[in-house]
C-alpha cells in the first residue's frame, strides 16, 4: 500500500530503524488492510517490525474500552503503554491522527520531546493535525477526491455513459511532512577511561 510505504520510507530516509506501531481497534474495518501494508511496506524496504513496539489500540492489552469519541485519549494512553515497556525506539507510526495526537501529549507529559526524541506520523491529515503543537507530519487520504470522483462516475454512469465495472480510478495518498518528524538521534557512545 503506497500510504504506508511512504510513511516508512519517510521516518527510514531520516534514519529511524526502531518504529514503534499502533495498530487500529479490533472492530475498525481498516485495521487489518492497514496493518497488511504496513507489514508489506516493511518488509519491502527491509525494515524489522518488532512485535514489542506494536500495540492494538483497544485491543488485549486494554481493560479498557474506547470509544470512537475517545480517540485523542486512547493514544494517550497507548503511547504510556509504550513507555512502559522501556524498549527503545525513535519514531512512531499511529494508526490515525487522533491517536497521534494523543501519543505526543503522553510524550511531552513524560519528558519525551517531539520531534527531538522521537518522530509520529499520523493517518488521515484532519483539520486539527495542521494546528496541533508540533504540526503532525501525516499520510493524506484524498477523501474529497474520491468522493467527488465517485459522484463524478455515478452521474457519468446514469447519463449512459460506460459502466461503473469498466472504470477503475486510483488516487494516490500524499505524504503531509510538518514539525512532528525529524532525524533520528544518533546515540553517543561514552569513550573508554573518559
Do not use: W
Amino acid at each position: 500500500d503506497r500510504a504506508a510505504h511512504l510513511a516508512l520510507s519517510h521516518l527510514m530516509n531520516l534514519g529511524h530503524r526502531r518504529i514503534a506501531f499502533f495498530k487500529g481497534q479490533p472492530a475498525s474495518s481498516d485495521t487489518e488492510d492497514r496493518s497488511r501494508a504496513i507489514i508489506e511496506a516493511a518488509a519491502a524496504l527491509g525494515l524489522e517490525l518488532r512485535p514489542e513496539l506494536t500495540l492494538q489500540l483497544s485491543g488485549e492489552e486494554s481493560g479498557e474500552a474506547f470509544s470512537p469519541d475517545d480517540a485523542f485519549e486512547e493514544g494517550y494512553a497507548f503511547a504510556r503503554k509504550l513507555l512502559d515497556r522501556k524498549v527503545p525506539f525513535t519514531a512512531l507510526f499511529a494508526f490515525d491522527d487522533a491517536s497521534a495526537i494523543g501519543a505526543i501529549r503522553a510524550f511531552l507529559d513524560a519528558g519525551v520531546r517531539v520531534p527531538d526524541d522521537v518522530s509520529v506520523v499520523g493517518f488521515d491529515d484532519i483539520q486539527s493535525a495542521a494546528f496541533h503543537n508540533p504540526r503532525l507530519t501525516t499520510v493524506r487520504q484524498p477523501l474529497r477526491e474520491m468522493g467527488q470522483t465517485a459522484a463524478r462516475v455515478l452521474l457519468e454512469r446514469l447519463a449512459g455513459g460506460e459502466s461503473l465495472e469498466d472504470r477503475f480510478v486510483v488516487l494516490q495518498p500524499q505524504l503531509i511532512i510538518r514539525d512532528s518528524t525529524a532525524e533520528a538521534r544518533r546515540e553517543v557512545k561514552r569513550r573508554k577511561g573518559g
